[in-house]
């Protein structure tokens, strides 16, 4: 027996947090409702950047990288929680992800727009200062040790997917279980829209007009990298954020990778883990960590893991 889906007008809302455009949409409901839940959602993500931004005076990112090489800083749980997340993400990647990158990080300026290539020897001296072994986290007494001076963690690459997580725990306490939240690439999906699992489209890195695909998924978290959202053009090449922390310089090989998983946190780290590796120790890295993926290379070869290949539609 057929079932017939009455046409419901989504609801959307969009803020600016974290650098970067949240928008949540979801099919059912009241706009009350939803107005209520995603007042509170958004409230939840301003929190949780007020307690992870490393740009914020008084964050607890902020007064570890301070206290760097000096005294362990006392954390709440949840900081705990995305920093463990974030080193066993670095473990896992052998260091493609280091969430210590910060010096880094800072020194290119690519939040800032400093638009410049730094001086190959300030890179490696920075360079040394990257080392996520050096991350001292006590979870019995809930504090976080940078063990050498200079050292900075930078959770940019894995707080969005924590705050993705506990926004979407707002919309299911409300009962609205057909939603999607998107973070500048980063999704998490529950349930359906119009009777059909929700249709994402893989965008073309290099004309932002177009698609590469699109795939149906539900009640699963993406996350893409790409070396088209942050960068600038010097001397007719392109450098982005996404810096390699064993060269310092951005990564080469790849232009995007996109994630999909059953994981609320780790999937923005694998993203930027799997860029950084390039399509075959990245393809390796997906098959590890039991994930799908898309990844689009400098050569335009698309590479799509063996779970998804079926579901994913190519555009011409």
């Known amino acids: 027996?057929?079932?017939?889906?009455?046409?419901?007008?989504?609801?959307?809302?969009?803020?600016?947090?974290?650098?970067?455009?949240?928008?949540?949409?979801?099919?059912?409901?009241?706009?009350?409702?939803?107005?209520?839940?995603?007042?509170?959602?958004?409230?939840e993500i301003k929190r949780i950047d007020d307690l992870m931004s490393r740009y914020k005076e008084g964050s607890e990112v902020s007064l570890i990288n301070k206290n760097a090489g000096i005294v362990p800083v006392k954390v709440g749980h949840e900081l705990v929680e995305v920093l463990q997340e974030a080193r066993t993400i670095s473990e896992f990647s052998d260091g493609a992800f280091d969430v210590t990158i910060g010096p880094l990080t800072n020194l290119w300026g690519f939040d800032l727009e400093k638009n410049v290539v730094p001086p190959k020897e300030k890179i490696e001296e920075l360079k040394g200062l990257v080392n996520y072994r050096k991350l001292k986290i006590d979870e019995a007494a809930s504090t976080v040790y940078l063990e050498e001076k200079g050292m900075m963690i930078d959770v940019g690459g894995i707080a969005k997917g924590y705050s993705l997580a506990k926004a979407m725990k707002v919309f299911e306490d409300a009962g609205i279980k057909d939603v999607m939240i998107n973070a500048g690439g980063n999704l998490n999906l529950r349930g359906v829209k119009k009777g059909k699992p929700?249709?994402?489209?893989?965008?073309?890195?290099?004309?932002?007009?177009?698609?590469?695909?699109?795939?149906?998924?539900?009640?699963?978290?993406?996350?893409?990298?790409?070396?088209?959202?942050?960068?600038?053009?010097?001397?007719?090449?392109?450098?982005?954020?996404?810096?390699?922390?064993?060269?310092?310089?951005?990564?080469k090989g790849l232009i995007s990778a996109t994630v999909i998983g059953r994981g609320k946190t780790s999937m923005d780290g694998l993203s930027s883990a799997i860029f950084?590796?390039?399509?075959?120790?990245?393809?390796?890295?997906?098959?590890?960590?039991?994930?799908?993926?898309?990844?689009?290379?400098?050569?335009?070869?698309?590479?799509?893991?063996?779970?998804?290949?079926?579901?994913?539609?190519?555009?011409?």
């Open 1 to 43: 027996m057929s079932r017939i889906f009455k046409e419901t007008k989504p609801f959307h809302r969009s803020e600016y947090i974290m650098g970067t455009i949240f928008d949540i949409t979801a099919v059912g409901g009241s706009e009350e409702v939803f107005g209520e839940a995603a007042t509170k959602a958004f409230n």
């Open 276 to 316: 950084i590796l390039g399509a075959d120790k990245g393809a390796a890295l997906m098959k590890k960590a039991g994930v799908e993926g898309i990844m689009l290379a400098e050569d335009g070869r698309i590479t799509v893991s063996e779970g998804l290949k079926e579901r994913f539609l190519r555009k011409p």
């Open 198 to 251: 929700w249709r994402i489209g893989i965008q073309d890195p290099r004309d932002e007009s177009k698609l590469i695909g699109t795939v149906r998924i539900t009640d699963i978290s993406v996350a893409t990298s790409g070396d088209y959202q942050r960068y600038f053009i010097q001397d007719g090449v392109r450098y982005h954020h996404i810096l390699d922390p064993k060269t310092g310089f951005p990564a």
